[in-house]
């Protein structure tokens, strides 16, 4: 059986009577950047998918690689 997950409500605070800022629960707030990292990955990915691969002898890149950075 679901638990359900009491969230306060959303609190808008008025400036000159129209809207200027939100207080959510912090849960909900750490969430929404958790999706916001998530699509943001997504579009790298897709990015990088539009490129052609491109294959190196493993010589090249450990001339170029450095460990630790």
């Known amino acids: ?5 009491k969230r306060k409500a959303l609190e ?16 909900k707030y750490q969430e929404m950047l958790e999706r916001l990292e998530d699509l943001e990955d997504l579009k790298l990915l897709e990015k990088m998918r539009k490129k052609p691969l491109r294959f190196r002898r493993l010589e090249e890149f450990l001339r170029e690689y450095t ?3």
């Open 1 to 5: 059986m679901r638990e359900k997950v």
């Open 12 to 27: 808008i605070i008025l400036r000159k009577g129209k809207p200027a800022a939100v207080i959510l629960d912090i849960d």
């Open 67 to 69: 460990p630790g950075v």
